[in-house]
């Protein structure tokens, strides 16, 4: 909502003036349920287009292109005590990892190597993909705004570093990295 200011008709001022908080998420990836609830930090990734110089004695013009270009998105989270939220990340890129091996090696290697699936039914390519949502709340936790990513895939899993001279009682972070179709984002 603006008002209009009253030195100029063509001005308009902010009504509202609450601002967004970095803590006033809630993050879920439809297939990871354990991360939900243990996610520290997400982000909402930077959409670029692409340009074109047009040269001209005068002046340089920058012509603008069609074509988006979305960054990666982060998420960092808590590791469990039994690792499961870590795992199943692990496990989704070991699948990924699994199904493209398949593609290259014959039957027999991969039904040695046990665990990952020989690829080609619809099913197990749709298990590649998931979707995610980021959920923003206001001050009384009522979600204001969602960022909705599709086809969500990881690429990369950060370490963990443990250390015996930490005496720090703080849990473990873990970053994960994943490309994705593209995001929206939705006012409610």
């Known amino acids: 909502m603006y008002i209009q200011n009253n030195t100029d008709n063509t001005e308009k001022i902010p009504?509202?003036?609450n601002y967004l908080r970095p803590a006033s998420f809630r993050f879920q990836i439809t297939a990871l349920p354990r991360i939900t609830f243990t996610c520290q930090k997400a982000n909402i990734p930077t959409v670029t287009i692409g340009t074109a110089t047009q040269v001209t004695p005068v002046l340089d013009i920058p012509v603008f292109g069609d074509k988006l270009e979305f960054g990666d998105l982060q998420i960092t989270f808590m590791v469990a005590e039994d690792m499961s939220n870590y795992k199943e990340i692990y496990n989704w890129i070991i699948k990924i990892a699994g199904s493209q091996i398949s593609k290259y090696a014959d039957e027999e290697f991969v039904r040695n190597l046990g665990r990952f699936p020989v690829t080609g039914s619809t099913a197990e390519t749709q298990a590649t993909y998931s979707d995610a949502t980021m959920h923003i709340v206001d001050g009384s936790n009522n979600i204001?705004?969602?960022?909705?990513?599709?086809?969500?895939?990881p690429v990369s899993l950060q370490a963990l570093d443990f250390d015996i001279t930490?005496?720090?009682?703080?849990?473990l972070l873990a970053t994960a990295i994943f490309k994705y179709r593209m995001y929206e984002l939705e006012t409610l």
Do not use: A, C
Not at 166 to 171: L, W, Y
């Open 166 to 171: 930490n005496t720090s009682q703080e849990p």
């Open 144 to 153: 204001i705004s969602k960022i909705n990513y599709l086809d969500v895939v």
């Open 15 to 17: 009504t509202t003036l």
